[in-house]
């Protein structure tokens, strides 16, 4: 049945990133919230807050899926502020945009289907970009920060949240056991998909730590570039301007 599909997408597609999302979009929101026992509502807060987004805001939520970074975005910025989401998955667009109404951020945000690393944006045009939990399913990350360095204006702000490298000994080891025996267990109970969350768990094991990546930052032309870890390294939000 359907299981097998899921199985064949990651391995036997060309663009494997596109069929897990496109598999698991549906089940996407319950899968973070069981995944992460509900922290990544946290870490999104946080990402927001540190934005400090004002009224006249215009963010570009990258590979922003079904809107949770936007949504936030728009409730810290009272009013008046745009937010484009863009994502290379029309599911996930779907499913985020279906969210919008029903929770009522639909006005100020507009979804948009694009790839992080060729962007559909003029240049310097936005005030704010943020990625999370997307730049690690980036083929070429320097690409992908080479065109956020471009659609944003001097003076604009790049933020991104992903998994990072856990600083705490104890915690790494419970963190290992967690994503290794418990995670691919729960994607294949709750979205019957072994395959996709065996993925995102190798997907975080080879994603650049902290100082490496902030190096990569630098590299596509960011000043100012900084990192905080979030509950000990298991994600880290970089920032960087570009002037
Ligand atoms: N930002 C959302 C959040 O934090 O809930 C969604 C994160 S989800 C783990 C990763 C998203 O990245 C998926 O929606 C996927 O479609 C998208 N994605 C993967 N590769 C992409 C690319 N090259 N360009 C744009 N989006 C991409």
Not at 17 to 28: G, L, T, W
Not at 135 to 163: D, M, Q, S, W
Request: glycine share 10%.
């Amino acid at each position: 049945g359907g299981r097998g599909k899921e199985l064949m997408s990651p391995q036997c597609s060309v663009s494997g990133v596109y069929h897990v999302f496109e598999s698991v979009a549906k089940k996407y929101d319950v899968m973070n919230d069981s995944m992460s026992l509900g922290i990544h509502r946290l870490w999104k807060d946080w990402l927001v807050r540190h934005m400090n987004p004002t009224p006249g805001t215009q963010l570009l939520d990258v590979a922003g899926g079904t809107g949770d970074v936007a949504f936030r975005e728009q409730e810290g910025s009272l009013v008046g502020s745009k937010a484009v989401i863009c994502d290379i998955n029309k599911e996930m667009l779907k499913v985020g945009k279906e969210k919008s109404l029903r929770l009522g951020y639909s006005e100020g945000l507009s979804w948009v289907a694009g790839d992080a690393e060729e962007l559909p944006f003029a240049d310097e045009k936005f005030d704010v970009y943020t990625i999370a939990f997307g730049i690690r399913n980036v083929t070429h990350i320097e690409t992908a920060l080479e065109e956020a360095y471009r659609v944003l204006k001097p003076g604009g702000r790049f933020l991104c949240l992903e998994f990072s490298k856990v600083n705490n000994p104890l915690l790494a080891r419970l963190y290992d056991l967690y994503s290794f025996q418990v995670i691919p267990v729960l994607g294949e109970i709750i979205a019957g998909d072994w395959k996709s969350y065996q993925y995102l768990v190798e997907s975080i094991r080879r994603f650049p730590p902290q100082e490496e990546f902030k190096e990569m930052i630098e590299d596509a032309g960011f000043f100012k570039v900084t990192y905080h870890n979030l509950t000990s390294g298991v994600v880290a939000v970089h920032s960087g301007f570009k002037l």
